[in-house]
Each structure stands twice: as structure tokens, then as C-alpha cells.
Nanobody, 121 residues
Framework: QVQLVESGGGLVQSGGSLRLACAASGNFFRLFAMGWYRQVPGKERDLVANISMGGIVDYSDDVKSRFTISRDNAANTIYLQMNSLKPEDTAVYYC???????????????WGQGTQVTVSS
């Protein structure tokens, strides 16, 4: 089993910054791509940013130039630096990983419990 534990959410004023972290722990063979999604009530969970094992990144259009995703493979941790936050960034942010539990099992999806980010105007 793999556990993804997010931290760093909270309340911030518009224009402020927050840094989210997601640490993977437990028994697994290898982590592949990892990323951040966000969801507001009544809407689908949307991709915010993704990072491959090799550090290739991808962002949704509405966070490009404001958010930066990074990864520490040795610590099995990813980060999301969020700058110039806007009220519309308010959501629950979920960590996601593509993970192989053993070298014989297929790659599967793993999700964290989510962390609330609230941006006040």
C-alpha cells in the first residue's frame, strides 16, 4: 500500500502564496508521474500540475506562470509553490501518483486525502 499525505493548505489573502507538499510512504516498488488536482463542490476534479519521474512538467492554463511543481525523488515528495493566488484558486487540492506496488503489478493510481486552500478577496 502507498499513502500520499498532503500538507501546506490554509487560508491566504488574494495575491498571497502557499506551498503544498505531498509525501508518499508505505510499501511500493516505484513512483512514476505525480501531480496535483483540485476540486470545488459540484465540479469535477481538474488537473493543476503534473511532473514526470524525469522532471517534465505540465500545467493547466489557468495556473501557468503562477504555480510551480517540483519533485524530490529521494524523499518521494512533490511540492506545489502557488504564487499570486486568486479567489478562484479556492479548492481542495489532491495529490496524485501513478505507482507500481511491486515490479510485477500494473501501475495504478493513488490519491491523497486532500488539503483545503482558501483564497480570500
Amino acid at each position: 500500500q502507498v499513502q500520499l499525505v498532503e500538507s501546506g493548505g490554509g487560508l491566504v489573502q488574494s495575491g498571497g502564496s502557499l506551498r503544498l507538499a505531498c509525501a508518499a510512504s508505505g510499501n511500493f516498488f516505484r513512483l512514476f508521474a505525480m501531480g496535483w488536482y483540485r476540486q470545488v463542490p459540484g465540479k469535477e476534479r481538474d488537473l493543476v500540475a503534473n511532473i514526470s519521474m524525469g522532471g517534465i512538467v505540465d500545467y493547466s492554463d489557468d495556473v501557468k506562470s503562477r504555480f510551480t511543481i517540483s519533485r524530490d525523488n529521494a524523499a518521494n515528495t512533490i511540492y506545489l509553490q502557488m504564487n499570486s493566488l486568486k479567489p478562484e484558486d479556492t479548492a481542495v487540492y489532491y495529490c496524485h501518483a501513478r505507482v507500481a506496488l511491486t515490479n510485477r503489478q500494473p501501475i495504478r493510481d493513488a490519491w491523497g486525502q486532500g488539503t483545503q486552500v482558501t483564497v480570500s478577496s
